[in-house]
């Protein structure tokens, strides 16, 4: 079901998401326009994620309960797991600079995959479109 490429189509408080993740504004004034494009292909457990933005394009395999590590665009580096709860992936990243923990998930809704994201607090959604 997540498999295919995904496009962002709109954001809920991802400003104020940002801003909560302790980044500044000219930094948040560019990822609102990131254009971020989210390759997914599961197979069984295992996860290969093409990632494309305006910041970067990176890819990587992770597989579901297995520890990995990850960087934002802005080099904050990440360590956690995607688990599957249903139909829902769920991933629980601490961040390597504070120890703390960036939740988020991802679900299909209709035609959409909606990615919510929460860190001390503040959620924020993005919505992506298939392509
Ligand atoms: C992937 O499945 O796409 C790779 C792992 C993603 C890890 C968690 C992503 C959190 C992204 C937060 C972005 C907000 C930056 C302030």
Not at 81 to 107: A, C, I, P, Q, Y
């Amino acid at each position: 079901a997540f498999n295919g490429t995904w496009k962002v189509d709109r954001s809920e408080d991802y400003d104020k998401f940002m801003e909560q993740m302790g980044i500044n504004l000219v930094k948040r004034k560019l990822a609102a326009h990131d254009n971020l494009k989210i390759t997914l292909e599961q197979n069984g457990d295992t996860f290969h994620v093409k990632e494309v933005s305006t910041f970067r394009t990176l890819e990587l395999n992770f597989t579901l309960g297995v520890t990995f590590e990850y960087s934002l665009a802005d080099g904050t580096e990440l360590s956690g797991t995607w688990v599957m709860e249903g139909d829902v992936l769920k991933g629980s990243f601490v961040r390597k600079d504070n120890g703390k923990t960036l939740t988020t998930v991802r679900h299909i809704v209709g035609d959409e995959l909606v990615q919510s994201y929460s860190y001390e607090g503040v959620e924020a959604k993005r919505i992506f479109k298939k392509e």
